[in-house]
Every structure is written in structure tokens, then in C-alpha cells.
């Protein structure tokens, strides 16, 4: 979608041009930089920029004023105000903590990344005291947003730590006054009604998976107990919608959030997948790509496409989404959502895997059921699959200050951030991407790895060159209004007595 464009380096006026990366999108040329900014241009429009032949008259001079692309009247003290604020999620300390209440798990999934365990394998439970100190040790990080994430395997399986970890953090912060945020991942098929009512009671927000209709996501999460798993997981997600809408709670924000998976199954499906989520109530939808990371290595012959199938995919998806927008249906795609913040608002939406530097260590920690920290969820998956490159101390034994300092921390900032990154340092998108050295390192052998042949660069990139490619197109502006609603995000009203729950990009 991006083609190059000839200068001539010869005609640049450097008295009078700001910094900017450049790239050709449609015929037009997209100027972006450092605070995210963009503009389009046409060709014979840039050349005349770079040449320092745009008169103050213009209405060109103004909007590149206004963009800070132009040197001689740059408003400077303006501008570090807006990369301060682009940056500001680097003022704190790890705000999402991913607990693994056990690895058993009544479900084998095709794509399975957790390295799960067998329901009876109870040696893989994280215990009390375990949990006590992964929460002693969250609650030391300095950060004033704090999340726990429980994960699995199925963490309900491993239902009393849970319950001690939600109570036992709810009581702490009546002191520590963080802005607590509590979820639970979860396939829901050890759900009771019991344990809907406390989750609720305790403003425990839930999220599921849910791959599409019902055939398609019973072929990618088969479930030991030969029962159709979307039957089940959607009948809670009824419930638990219901239940909040009892309590009087806006249904737009109280409800069970999902992910899905994009396996080989789903590339011809798109409108179907959105059109269950809808029917679901569910406002936003992650088009993944499959990553061959656990299991899913040994099924990826069955299961996994190229980068060109999944972006021809998601593009064809997304452009659904756009439709049912225009017709009245809010569903918004979450990845686009993300990079539409970075091009559209002066926030950065802090999304661990598409910042500069990166989250891994920084942003999120994950704890396995041991006590084992690890700098997230996938570095505690590279551990499983033998690699401890990523682990990064104990509970037991490890300081906030030094896993926060660890050599894997500073390494793993050192090869996300862009503007030193061969590749990312001129790359149009560079302001509003982002890299991550797990998955180079998962890949390449190498945190800093090949970017432009990497599949999560060919992600990024493909993705932002469609939502660039639909913006210089939209003729009328009715895709940047529906792209503008996409990027506002409303708070949770507190749910507990003692703090507010809060958005956290996970």
C-alpha cells in the first residue's frame, strides 16, 4: 500500500523543515512524527515543503504549522508538552499482574499457548501463601493503577486462591489507595451461580474466548467433556450480562468482554465471528492472529496461514465493522482502536505489546502458580516451552527493585525502543507502533530480530496502512467520525466499597 517517492535531497530546506517520516499512501503523501501527528499531502505540496517554498499564506503553512512540521515557526514548549503526555505511561511501575492460579485445564484447545495441565495435576495449584505474596509484592510496585489478571490453565479450577486474592487486595488498598482493577480470564465452564454472584459482588469484570459461531469455536476449544464449550460459554455470558443489568449496572460498560482466536477456520468467516459478538452485546472485538507459540507449534500445519492471509482477512473483517457502524450497530475492532488513538488523540492508550519501549517487565509482570515472575504472560509461556530468558526472579526471594532493574528489563527496553531500531527509526508508523522483543526472540532467536520479516511488524504495518489507506479515501468524513468514536474509552464506575475500577490496556 505504501510506495516510495523521489526528492531530491539537493532541494531540502533545513532552516525550515521539522522533523517528519514520510510515505506514499494512495498517490498522497502521509507525514507523521514524533507526537503522532499526521498529514496528507500531494506529491508536488511536498516537494514544495521540503524546499522551503510553502508561503505563510498558504493554508498548507498552517496545518503543517499546527503539526509542527515546519522549523522556522515551531511551537516548541507545545510540542514537548505533547510528547510528554504521549509518554506518559513510562512515569510508573508495572500496573497489570497476571496470576496463574494453576495450569489444569478442562479444555485443549488447537492454539493453546499456556502449556496446561491435566484436571487432576492439583501439584500445578498456586497456593494461599503463594498468593499472599504475589499480592504483597504487586502492591509494591509503584504504580498508582493496579490490575490482577487470573489466568490459567483455567484459573476457576483453582477457585479459593481466587477468592483469597480478590479479598485480600480489596482489604489492602482500603490503606494502599490504588486504583484497583480486578478480571478474570476464563473459559466459564466451571461456573455456578454462586460464584457469578460473588464475582459481581466483588466487581470482578470477566473475560472469555469466543472464536465465532458455534461450529467454529467448538472446532478450535475442543472440551474434555465432549459438550459444545460456545453453548455453555455463551449461556454465562448471558448470565452474567443479565446480572449486572439487575443491579442497575450501564450495560455498555458491565458486561463479559471476549477474545477470539483467527485460526485457519476463521479466514473465510469474518462477518459471521462479528455478527455473533454482536448478538452477544459485546461492544469490541480483537482480530488476533495465531502466534505459533505452545501447542499451537505442533498444529500450526492444520491451523496457521501466512501474514497475507490473516491482513487479507482482517481487512476484509474490519471494512465489515465499518458497514454495521454506518448502519447504527457500535462494534469497534480493538487493535485498530488502539493505533487509532495514537494517530487521532494526544493519548497513548499504553497497550504492553505496541509501545516504545515495550511493557514486558515495565507495563506488566505475570506470576506462574509457584511464585516465579516472569516479564508477562508470554515470557511465562517461553519458560514452558524451555526457555527461562524471560524469567525474572520470586516471590519468595526478589525485590520490586530488582526485577524492575533486571538485566532481561533493560534489555527488552533497549530493543523496543524505535528511534535506535534499524528499520522502525524511519518508518512512517514509527510514532504510533510498536515493537516486541519476546516475539522476535520467539522467532528469530533474537530480541531485536528482522523486523520488516518479522509477522508481528507485517501485523503493525498492515494494519496501520489500511487505516491510513481508508482515512486519505474517506471523501465525505464519515470514517474519521466513526475512527473518533472508536478512540473514546469510559471509565468503570467504581464496583467495590473500597476503590474504583479502572480501564487497563492488557
Known amino acids: 500500500m505504501l510506495t516510495p517517492l523521489q526528492v531530491d535531497p539537493r532541494a531540502f530546506a533545513k532552516d525550515k523543515v521539522g522533523y517528519f517520516r514520510y510515505g506514499v499512501v494512495d498517490g498522497k503523501v502521509l507525514m507523521t512524527n514524533l507526537v503522532g501527528e499526521h498529514l496528507f499531502v500531494e506529491p508536488d505540496d511536498f516537494r514544495r515543503f521540503l524546499a522551503g517554498?510553502?508561503?505563510?499564506?498558504?493554508?498548507?503553512?498552517?496545518?503543517?504549522?499546527?503539526?509542527?512540521?515546519?522549523?522556522?515557526?515551531?511551537?516548541?514548549?507545545?510540542?514537548?508538552?505533547?510528547?510528554?503526555r504521549k509518554k506518559a505511561f513510562l512515569r510508573h511501575g508495572p500496573h497489570l499482574h497476571a496470576i496463574v492460579t494453576t495450569l489444569r485445564c478442562n479444555h485443549a484447545c488447537r492454539y493453546c499457548h499456556a502449556s496446561r495441565t491435566d484436571m487432576d495435576a492439583v501439584d500445578t495449584d498456586m497456593s494461599l501463601d503463594t498468593a499472599r505474596k504475589v499480592v504483597d509484592f504487586a502492591f509494591t510496585t509503584p504504580t498508582p493503577l493496579l490490575g490482577f489478571e487470573f489466568q490459567g490453565g483455567e484459573p476457576t479450577a483453582n477457585w479459593p486462591v481466587i477468592e483469597f486474592v480478590v479479598d485480600y487486595a480489596l482489604e489492602k488498598n482500603r490503606y494502599e489507595h490504588k486504583e484497583l482493577l480486578l478480571s478474570l480470564v476464563s473459559n466459564l465452564t466451571l461456573m455456578t451461580d454462586e460464584k457469578m454472584r460473588w464475582l459481581v459482588d466483588k466487581g470482578v469484570m470477566v473475560c472469555t474466548s469466543l472464536d465465532g459461531p458455534a461450529d467454529l469455536h467448538d472446532k478450535n476449544r475442543?472440551?474434555?467433556?465432549?459438550?459444545?464449550?460456545?453453548?455453555?460459554?455463551?449461556?454465562?455470558?448471558?448470565?452474567?450480562?443479565?446480572?449486572?443489568?439487575?443491579?442497575?449496572?450501564?450495560?455498555?460498560?458491565?458486561?463479559?468482554?471476549?477474545?477470539?482466536?483467527?485460526?485457519?477456520?476463521?479466514?473465510?468467516?469474518?462477518?459471521?465471528?462479528?455478527?455473533?459478538?454482536?448478538?452477544?452485546?459485546?461492544?469490541?472485538?480483537?482480530?488476533?492472529?495465531?502466534?505459533?507459540?505452545?501447542?499451537?507449534?505442533?498444529?500450526?500445519?492444520?491451523?496457521?496461514?501466512?501474514?497475507?492471509?490473516?491482513?487479507?482477512?482482517?481487512?476484509?473483517?474490519?471494512?465489515?465493522?465499518?458497514e454495521l457502524n454506518r448502519r447504527g450497530v457500535f462494534i469497534q475492532e480493538r487493535l485498530a482502536s488502539i493505533f487509532l488513538t495514537k494517530m487521532l488523540t494526544p493519548d497513548d492508550p499504553n497497550y504492553s505489546d505496541c509501545r516504545s519501549p515495550c511493557g514486558s517487565g515495565s507495563a506488566q509482570l505475570a506470576y506462574s502458580y509457584d511464585g516465579t515472575i516472569y516479564t508477562d504472560d508470554e515470557g511465562r509461556m517461553a519458560a514452558h516451552m524451555g526457555n527461562d530468558f524471560f524469567k525474572l526472579g520470586h516471590v519468595d526471594t526478589s525485590s520490586v527493585d530488582e526485577v524492575l532493574r533486571h538485566p532481561t528489563v533493560k534489555a527488552l527496553a533497549v530493543a523496543s525502543i524505535q528511534e535506535a531500531l534499524p528499520a522502525c527509526?524511519?518508518?512512517?508508523?514509527?510514532?504510533?507502533?510498536?515493537?516486541?522483543?519476546?516475539?522476535?526472540?520467539?522467532?528469530?532467536?533474537?530480541?531485536?530480530?528482522?523486523?520488516?520479516?518479522?509477522?508481528?511488524?507485517?501485523?503493525?504495518?498492515?494494519?496501520?496502512?489500511?487505516?491510513?489507506?481508508?482515512?486519505?479515501?474517506?471523501?465525505?468524513?464519515?470514517?474519521?467520525?466513526?475512527?473518533?468514536?472508536?478512540?473514546i474509552q469510559r471509565s468503570r464506575p467504581g464496583t467495590t466499597p473500597y476503590a474504583p475500577a479502572a480501564e487497563v490496556s492488557s
Not at 60 to 77: G, N
Not at 462 to 486: K, P
Open 53 to 84: 517554498q510553502v508561503e505563510r499564506a498558504e493554508p498548507l503553512y498552517e496545518a503543517l504549522r499546527r503539526r509542527y512540521f515546519v522549523k522556522d515557526d515551531m511551537a516548541v514548549d507545545e510540542l514537548a508538552e505533547k510528547l510528554r
Open 425 to 487: 527509526h524511519s518508518c512512517v508508523f514509527s510514532s504510533t507502533c510498536g515493537v516486541q522483543p519476546l516475539h522476535n526472540y520467539m522467532f528469530d532467536g533474537d530480541i531485536f530480530g528482522q523486523r520488516p520479516l518479522s509477522r508481528k511488524c507485517q501485523e503493525f504495518y498492515g494494519v496501520q496502512a489500511y487505516l491510513y489507506h481508508l482515512l486519505s479515501n474517506d471523501t465525505d468524513g464519515s470514517v474519521q467520525r466513526i475512527f473518533r468514536r472508536w478512540t
Open 222 to 322: 475442543g472440551w474434555m467433556e465432549k459438550q459444545s464449550s460456545h453453548a455453555v460459554v455463551t449461556a454465562w455470558m448471558d448470565k452474567f450480562n443479565a446480572e449486572w443489568v439487575r443491579r442497575g449496572f450501564d450495560a455498555d460498560l458491565f458486561h463479559v468482554d471476549a477474545l477470539m482466536t483467527t485460526t485457519r477456520y476463521s479466514l473465510d468467516r469474518g462477518p459471521e465471528i462479528v455478527d455473533e459478538y454482536v448478538r452477544r452485546g459485546i461492544r469490541s472485538i480483537h482480530l488476533r492472529p495465531l502466534n505459533p507459540f505452545g501447542f499451537a507449534v505442533n498444529t500450526w500445519k492444520q491451523i496457521g496461514y501466512s501474514m497475507d492471509e490473516f491482513l487479507a482477512f482482517y481487512k476484509t473483517t474490519l471494512d465489515y465493522i465499518l
